[in-house]
């Protein structure tokens, strides 16, 4: 669920679109990311895409849920900065 949270928080920022817009996709595909999973394939697209942070997949691995809010924190930061 993390995936999907800061994806989309990300590309709010920093593109200032939508997940539907930045993926070229419907409504209910992202829908269906919010509720079930993000596929890898879009992880993947995601990471090649922002090459600025190199260990986005290692971040998504290792990150729990009682983290969470300090890794926004943190990636507020770097966005802002």
């Keep these: 669920m993390i995936d999907f ?3 989309e928080f ?3 920022k920093k593109h200032n679109e939508s997940v ?3 993926f070229d996709v ?3 595909i992202v829908s269906k990311w919010r509720n079930v999973n993000v596929p890898d394939g879009r992880l ?3 990471i090649v895409k922002e090459k600025s942070f190199d260990n986005f ?3 998504f691995s290792n990150t729990s849920t009682q983290n969470a809010l300090d ?3 943190h990636l507020t930061y770097l966005l802002i900065h």
């Design 5 to 7: 949270i800061f994806m």
């Design 10 to 12: 990300y590309i709010r």
């Design 20 to 22: 539907e817009d930045y």
């Design 26 to 28: 419907s409504k209910g």
């Design 44 to 46: 993947n697209e995601f």
């Design 57 to 59: 997949r290692t971040l």
């Design 71 to 73: 890794l926004c924190d």
